[in-house]
């Protein structure tokens, strides 16, 4: 199985300052995926984190809230901007294997106060 | 845009019994991924069905996958409370959208002695 990293495993920030999350997959993965689960809730697709271009976005998300980066095949960060109390939620990476399945991350539990 | 279904949301069974998860989607897929989620945890996979008919089965969970009636279900068989968790079924949007998800609403699964 993949193995996918992120760090931090959870943060509690004020609202208007910013979070990056780190996420480190292994060199198998091809494909690598934000998601956000708000409480209680369901996986819904921030973006998929291209390399070295810029991520592609869901509907409902755009780039100057989420900023994704992705320097290389097995390492993306994801920022969440001017964090309000809406944007607490857990934050997962994903990583797709071709022809296996799809990876996730421990995820991060971020909390905005 | 490609909507999925599960039901039941809710699912309170007594051990030893048989119980099944249903997932339909609105559009066509050829993949189809279940996972497992315990309170405070990532996904963890349980199944990806990559074709119409695909069954697989592992211990007392079984799925199967019907593109044609864009159903999936996750069976049960004679539940044990190590299978309390909430279960998601996530289609595959394919075509350009390469690896894609789209997650059910899930269903928490209860199991009671």
């Known amino acids: 199985s993949a193995v996918i990293s992120q760090k931090p495993s959870r943060d509690i920030c004020q609202r208007g300052t910013s979070l990056t999350i780190q996420c480190q997959v292994d060199?198998?993965?091809?494909?690598m995926f934000w998601y956000r689960q708000q409480p209680g809730q369901s996986l819904t697709l921030i973006a998929t984190a291209n390399q070295g271009s810029e991520a592609t976005y869901e509907s409902g998300f755009v780039i100057d809230k989420f900023p994704i980066s992705r320097p290389n095949l097995t390492f993306s960060t994801l920022t969440v901007s001017n964090l309000s109390p809406e944007d607490s939620s857990i934050y997962l990476c994903?990583?797709?294997?071709?022809?296996?399945?799809?990876?996730f991350g421990p995820g991060t539990r971020l909390l905005v106060l | 845009e490609l909507k999925v279904e599960q039901n039941p949301l809710f699912l309170s069974m007594q051990e030893g019994k048989n119980y099944t998860i249903y997932c339909n989607y609105s559009t066509t897929s050829d993949r189809l991924y279940w996972y497992r989620q315990d309170p405070g945890k990532s996904l963890e996979s349980l199944f990806v069905l990559l074709s119409n008919g695909a069954v697989k089965q592992e211990g007392r969970l079984m799925a199967s996958l019907d593109t044609k009636a864009r159903l999936s279900t996750l069976h049960i068989t004679a539940a044990v409370h190590d299978l309390s968790a909430t279960y998601f079924c996530a289609p595959y949007a394919g075509g350009t959208s390469y690896g894609k998800l789209t997650f059910g609403q899930g269903t928490i699964l209860t199991v009671h002695p």
């Open positions: 994903s990583g797709d294997r071709v022809g296996q399945t799809q990876y």
């Open positions: 060199s198998q993965v091809t494909m």
